[in-house]
């Protein structure tokens, strides 16, 4: 933003005023403006401004996420710094996730610099999510709230060696190619086929290699007399609820 004087004199002086709002910036800033005046000599002026902007009180990161698989104890690290010549003092206060994870407090520089330490206190099997509050010292700043959540994203229980099958071939030849479905879970899995897209050319084959753990899925084209290229695709129903369809698309490419 800025303010100046629009009408300077002969032989007087003018002001001019710039502010910069600073808010979301930290560190080295630079800006610059440009002043425009009929001086025949000199119409044109350019005004740098450069700053740095020191923060009271600093989160990093901003926020604290732990993410997980569901099946381990999760640890995280959140740092609290300041680049103020006066002494930061830091107070916890409040804490809305004690029951389910502890913390500690380290003064690692003395009045800059503080690291605070969480862990889980059991295996997490769902996400959550909470807050701790912290007095300051800083009127600017009297209270932080860091924000702490649990992320748990389980990996799937049902694992397919390829989603989509690619077949490539001369005219004349027969083609096939093979998809490997298998359960990590000791819930026996069971295929079912619901829908297939493709062609009566392309026919399959279920195989359960390893009973209610690991099925193999055979694509086989008949010889093609001409070059063509097709595609479609085979679902299977499954017995898991967390995953009750697994679709696998075959693309046929001849020449």
């Known amino acids: 933003m800025a303010h100046f004087d629009r009408v300077i004199p002969p032989g ?10 600073t808010k979301g910036y930290r560190g080295n800033v630079s800006k610059s403006a440009r002043v425009f005046s009929n001086d025949p000599v000199n119409n044109v002026l350019r005004l740098a401004l450069k700053a740095k902007i020191l923060m009271f009180i600093e989160l990093t990161p901003s926020r604290l996420i732990m993410r997980g698989d569901g099946t381990k104890i999760l640890t995280g690290e959140l740092q609290v710094s300041s680049q103020m010549d006066k002494p930061l003092e830091l107070t916890p206060a409040s804490f809305s996730l004690e029951d389910k994870i502890s913390y500690t407090m380290e003064e690692v520089e003395k009045g800059k610099v503080f690291k605070f330490s969480f862990t889980t206190k059991a295996v997490a099997e769902a996400g959550y999510k909470g807050y701790l509050n912290i007095k300051t010292n800083f009127p600017e700043k009297p209270e932080l709230r860091v924000n702490v959540s649990v992320n748990i994203k389980k990996p799937p229980r049902i694992k397919m060696s390829k989603r989509t099958v690619r077949m490539r071939g001369r005219m004349g030849n027969e083609l096939s190619s093979e998809v490997t479905i298998e359960t990590t879970d000791d819930e026996p899995l069971s295929l079912s086929p619901k829908k297939q897209t493709f062609p009566e050319k392309l026919s399959y084959v279920v195989e359960e290699v390893e009973k209610g753990k690991k099925f193999k899925v055979r694509f086989v084209t008949k010889p ?9 695709s085979l679902t299977f129903g499954t017995n898991y609820k967390d995953q009750p369809t697994l679709r696998i698309h075959v693309v046929v490419q001849v020449k």
Do not use: M
């Open 12 to 21: 007087g002086e003018g002001k001019i005023k710039l502010s910069v709002n």
């Open 224 to 232: 093609a007399q001409r070059a063509e290229t097709y595609q479609g």
